[in-house]
């Protein structure tokens, strides 16, 4: 154990620099018992802006289909499904869509019945971008397609949707419905839609409704689409959304992001390097499906611009949008910013209010691309190609941009930005605010690959600790370079920390991802100064909000996240806690070497209206509680402690579809007697103490 008795959280008052006074310090104690102090009267020069409590969203996985998006069918458009191998082995593995697709059906549609060779696919002329469904009926059968959904029937029983169709020879009416899983004699809701004859699309609404206690929750449903009679029709752009629908998107999702109070909302991520903003803006029966090449999917576009910054709006959050400096060009880039922000006397104004939305769009920051330094990314650049190309987009955007709205430059990690961060700052500097940096770490990625779990344990949890160190070289980095000197600041646009579910290690997903949270949330608000901005990965999916088998529900590091984002004050006040420590050798790979990590991580801000003091403590110890006596200084408490706290019986807890509260805060009450407080904190736990002014 490290015996030296003062280790400093690098909390500075000196905007991250290592000199000067600490407001949060550590000092070693061989004792079981922590001591902490807060000093009320001592408050950093700065104020903790509502930007640390960022979040970040991106089309990946199920975060836009399946996430945010209300719309409940897969390839909607009934185009080709170009996706990847992995991803359609990953998808697809049933045996029913070797049949399916060599029936001429796209993924992942199914035949109703098996009539045999009933279907072609057919392109040009389609409703909705490329490809089309032409069916051909039998008299007397049902030839028709279904695809499985799940549906949120705890909150919705009435269903609507739009299908595009055309009756070649002759009218005929359409079935729509639910039917119970691969059993299409087992209708649970019905009904028709008339097509008249002709050779042009026609839309045609339908609304499904579920008799009550039909579908259990989380069961899945087929939804069918199905022609009784001998006529041949073609179909295009199958929609279908619950009735609850907020503008197409889930009114869980809403309530949920809302209730996080993420001041900044980040559109980003490998996606958008090869993102182009005009497929998703328009009426959606007329955007294009685009294969999403970074991850290996199709995308319907749903969800573009406009859908973007209508969420943004309904959850409170400004739009942080990262631009294509990958495949896109200045010229996109200009116009996409134009679309948001110009007048509608501009070309791109225009178009914005002819779609709609006549008043220019409140963005909350731009991003000149994303992680380009990586082979991964497409697009990607050498640090002169990124300086060089940096240049030419800011100079193409910078006159539409308000003095309000921010511009980030494209940093590297803190773990390899010299290189990278030094060419943009020596011949951008003076067109430079924010340089952006992700961590983004694997806690079973180990050095010492015979660590036993407690050293795996305590190597993951330690760092934030290794974060908030490193801050130091990227700040003297940019001090050494006049042009930047004290103006330049960090923005972590991405932070989460993940492991396999078979290493049982701290992860998003689990009780140990909150406590790595709470301490990275630490770590952030200590360091607002310097680091203003940070986007947890991600608002939904990864460590955000989760939506499985129709039921949304939220991941303990979300839970952390909104413990922050939800009581921290907007100052920081100087606290003392003697605890134990601990050092890491040989740890997680990208920060294997860590000194004086305490086990009982504190951070004391204050709400400069309310006064109000809140205390947030991670206890680090996975084994046991650490009691500690607490005492306030220059401030006079109210006789009861507002506590919450976030525990569960192992660091390997987690939510899901099935128990979506396993792991969320509890709340309590505790009677306080004059300025001094024993508390037991919980092993392996985050717990946020409220003292309110008398």
Known sequence: MNTKTCFFLSLMLAAGNVRGQSVSRYEVTTRPEASIEIHAAETAPFRIPRTVYGTFLEDIGNSIFGGVSAQLLDNPSLESYDASLPYLRDHFPAPDFIRSSRDGLPLPWLPLRNLGMRFEPRWGNAANSERYLFLMGIPGEEVGIRQAVYLPVEREREYVGLLFAIAHESATDLSLSFREPGNPDAVLASTTVHIPEGETWVKLPFRLTLPEGHVKPLTQVDFAVALKTGQRISLDEIRLYPADAVDGLDPEIIAAARSLHSWLLRYGGNYTSGYHWRDGVGPLDLRPTRLNQSWGYPVFNEFGTDELMNFARLIGAQAQICLNLGSGTPQEARQWVEYLQGAPTTTEGGRRAANGHPAPYEVGAYELGNELWGRFQIGWLTPQGYADRYKTFFHAIRDLVPPSTALFANGADLDHFQDWNGKLLEQEGPDLSYLTT?????????????????????????????????????????????????????????????????????????????????????????????????????????????????????????????????????????????????????????????????????????????????????????????????????????????????????????????????????????????????????????????????
Not at 624 to 646: C, E, G, K, W, Y
């Open 438 to 694: 992700h961590f983004v770490v694997g806690v079973d990625d180990f050095v010492n690959k015979s660590a036993d779990l407690d050293a795996r344990i305590a190597a993951g949890f330690a760092l934030p600790i290794a974060v908030g160190n490193d801050l130091a070289a990227a700040k003297a980095q940019i001090d050494a370079n006049s042009a930047t000197r004290d103006r330049v600041k960090l923005a972590f646009t991405e932070w989460l920390f993940l492991s396999s579910p078979k290493a049982n290690l701290p992860s998003y997903a689990n009780l140990g991802g909150a406590i790595l949270t709470a301490g990275w949330m630490n770590m952030i608000l200590s360091h607002a100064d310097f680091v203003p901005i940070s986007d947890m990965t991600g608002l939904i999916e990864f460590g955000g909000i989760h939506k499985q088998r129709g039921r949304v529900y939220l991941t303990p590091q979300c839970w952390a996240f909104s413990l922050y984002s939800n009581y921290a004050g907007d100052t920081l006040v100087a606290s003392q806690t003697r605890v134990r420590t601990y050092n890491v050798h040989a740890g997680v790979r990208r920060a294997p070497e860590i000194a004086n990590v305490p086990y009982l991580d504190v951070l004391v801000t204050r709400h400069s209206e309310s006064g109000e003091l809140v205390l947030f403590a991670v206890n680090r110890d996975w084994k046991n509680p650490i009691p500690a006596s607490i005492r306030i200084r220059d401030f006079n408490p109210a006789a009861n402690v507002q506590v919450r706290t976030l525990d569960a019986e192992a660091i390997t807890a987690q939510n899901d579809e099935e128990h979506p509260d396993r792991v969320r805060p509890a709340s309590s009450t505790l009677p306080l007697a004059g300025t001094e407080l024993h508390y037991e904190f919980p092993a392996h736990s985050v717990t946020v103490l409220n003292f309110t002014p008398r």
